[in-house]
Every structure is written in C-alpha cells, then in structure tokens.
C-alpha cells in the first residue's frame, strides 16, 4: 500500500488515484499525522443488467407463454 504526503498527493493526483485504482487503497498523511484512506468505490451495476441468450422461439410463441402464464 502506497503512502502520500498530503503536498505528494495534491502535486501527483492522477497517479495517486490511479494507485489507489490499482492497488485498492493509498494513504495520504497529513503533516499532524493524521492519516485518510483514499479506496476507490465500486461501480454500481444495474439489477436489469443481465447477459443475453441465443433462443429459437418466435416472437408469437413468447407471447403465447407470457398469456398463458397470466391466465393462472
């Protein structure tokens, strides 16, 4: 894990958030040693998000299914 100055992190910022990209997590240090961890955050997927799949059924026989399904 990488560690900054806080005067390091402000000159080098690309390459301090492309470490923390890489590595998960840096550490910048305050001149009162105080020390904050940058972490990158996590992209947020879409729960619609999901691979597709190759069928052979008809547009007219996916409705049939759905219409069936419905009468229950």
């Not at 390459?15 to 990158?40: C, S």
């Not at 190759?54 to 026989?61: D, F, G, I, L, W």
Request: proline content about 4%.
């Amino acid at each position: 894990m990488q560690v900054y100055t806080y005067s390091e992190a402000r000159q080098k910022l690309a390459a301090v958030l492309e470490q923390a990209e890489l590595n998960g997590k840096v550490l910048i240090r305050r001149r009162d040693g105080r020390t904050f961890a940058l972490v990158p955050e996590k992209e947020a997927a879409s729960p619609l998000k999901v691979p597709s799949i190759k069928a052979n059924v008809s547009t007219k026989e996916i409705v049939d299914i759905i219409r069936k399904g419905r009468e229950r």
